[in-house]
């Protein structure tokens, strides 16, 4: 079972930036899709990016196409979400997500979790 830990949170200003990190322990991620995800009060859960294992496939949702940037970097077993252009509708808990059940990331189902980085964006 892999734990994943998720930092770079914060609040800043729209049009600002943060870089997100999710460092996974248990066992390697090297082998396996990886995906942020996010979650605004009172709304579902929602896709944001995924990564295939080697990084040389990304999928972006298109709130978020051209804004954000995922990256991996195995020999760390770490994710990154760059996040650039923030706007105040990007507010929310991002997660990261290890293991998806098919190849179509965007409709993959994700086994492992993190707990979560609060992300404030303001006006």
């Known amino acids: 079972q892999v734990q994943l830990v998720e930092s770079g949170g914060g609040l800043v200003q729209a049009g600002g930036s943060l870089r997100l990190s999710c460092a996974a322990s248990?066992?390697?991620?090297?082998?396996?899709?990886m995906g942020w995800f996010r979650q605004a009060p009172g709304k579902e859960r929602e896709f944001v990016a995924a990564?295939?294992?080697?990084?040389?496939?990304?999928y972006y949702a298109d709130s978020v196409k051209g804004r954000f940037t995922i990256s991996r970097d195995n020999a760390k077993n770490t994710v990154y979400l760059q996040m650039n252009s923030l706007k105040p509708e990007d507010t929310a808990v991002y997660y990261c997500?290890?293991?998806?059940?098919?190849?179509?990331?965007?409709?993959?189902?994700?086994?492992?979790w993190g707990q979560g980085t609060q992300v404030t964006v303001s006006s």
């Open positions: 997500a290890a293991d998806p059940n098919r190849s179509n990331y965007y409709l993959a189902e994700f086994r492992s």
């Open positions: 990564i295939t294992w080697n990084g040389g496939t990304t």
């Open positions: 248990g066992r390697t991620i090297s082998t396996t899709g």
